[in-house]
């Protein structure tokens, strides 16, 4: 009779115990350190690349050829990112002559299914002439801050919207208006842009809503001041506070929590008209407003990305 080896299969066994604890530990250290997903920085250096890549398109005045071709370039833009463009065409009275100036809201939507939505917007239009110049006051008003800030730094936070958790599931659109200054008088009419938004907003049938709006407006300045304004703490209270409450919680500095301008501007029409609470982020103390040196030598783009900073946060932190 042959003699069994009793200690061959044991130690089988504990081979196999072992084998199974290592897979065990490896599985449970995989899952430990993975990386976690890590807050998009929104592109200082890229963004002031598109302001200036827009000022070189000179004025982009309501109907002009530069305006044309900024609808281009934005467009193009937003499509490679994915998002879904679309343009809100209205005819609008020329102030001096009373012939008809085609004009286009542009509206950038992200996550169109979405039925609660938050609006982002600017205005993308150049006034006719630099009329606060005091040397050139019918010279070439090219609008790197009053004008092209607020398209370069929606361009940019395009780039990195995808990559966050936004609170609620909310919707997100970027509205770009039209119009806002097609004026060569004083009492020529401003706005004209978000007021047709706003009333078609208002009036026409739609399956979502918009919770609050934000507009963008002369954000670039390299020496970056934002007070409270004092038409969006009337008409959105909630909102405008949340916001500063956010440049106060990621350390931005030049956000200001007092008010100190009362501002007509593109949030009026959404707040009066479609009745979208709407606060207006906007830097008034620019010494080069309406001139001719409104160029993107006084704009920084780390101006800029101190803005996408605050709402980058907020987009994850919305009341």
């Not at 390299?222 to 956010?246: D, G, H, V």
């Not at 008010?259 to 609470?277: Q, S, T």
Request: proline share 6%; net charge positive; hydrophobic share 35%.
């Amino acid at each position: 009779m042959k003699r069994m080896n009793t200690s061959k299969p044991w130690r089988q066994m504990i081979r196999c115990l072992i084998l199974m604890m290592l897979i065990s530990v490896t599985s449970l250290a995989c899952g430990t350190t993975a990386e976690p997903k890590v807050t998009p920085v929104f592109n200082a250096e890229r963004s002031y690349g598109y302001l200036k890549k827009i000022c070189r398109l000179r004025s982009r005045m309501s109907g002009s050829p530069g305006m044309a071709e900024q609808q281009k370039m934005i467009s193009e833009h937003f499509r490679k990112l994915k998002a879904k463009v679309h343009f809100q065409t209205f005819d609008a009275p020329h102030p001096l002559t009373g012939n008809p100036v085609r004009m286009n809201n542009m509206i950038i939507s992200w996550y169109p299914e979405a039925k609660k939505r938050i609006l982002f917007a600017c205005h993308y239009d150049t006034r006719p002439y630099p009329d606060r110049d005091r040397t050139q006051p019918r010279g070439l008003f090219i609008g790197a801050n009053d004008g092209a800030s607020g398209v370069a730094f929606l361009m940019e936070l395009g780039n990195v919207i995808r990559d966050l958790k936004i609170s609620h599931g909310y919707g997100i659109d970027f509205v770009f208006f039209d119009g806002e200054e097609l004026v060569y008088r004083e009492n020529d009419p401003y706005f004209l842009g978000s007021k047709y938004f706003a009333n078609q907003y208002k009036t026409q049938a739609r399956d979502f809503e918009y919770v609050y709006g934000i507009l963008f407006d002369m954000i670039a300045d390299k020496n970056l001041m934002i007070y409270m304004e004092k038409n969006s703490i009337k008409y959105a209270p909630k909102l405008t506070r949340s916001i500063w409450q956010a440049a106060q919680k990621t350390g931005v500095r030049q956000f200001i929590p007092k008010v100190k301008f009362e501002i007509r501007d593109d949030h009026l029409p959404l707040n009066e008209i479609a009745h979208i609470p709407t606060c207006d982020i906007i830097d008034f103390d620019y010494p080069v407003w309406h001139t001719t040196r409104d160029i993107p030598r006084y704009c920084s783009g780390t101006s800029m990305a101190k803005v996408g900073k605050v709402i980058i946060y907020w987009l994850q932190n919305i009341p």
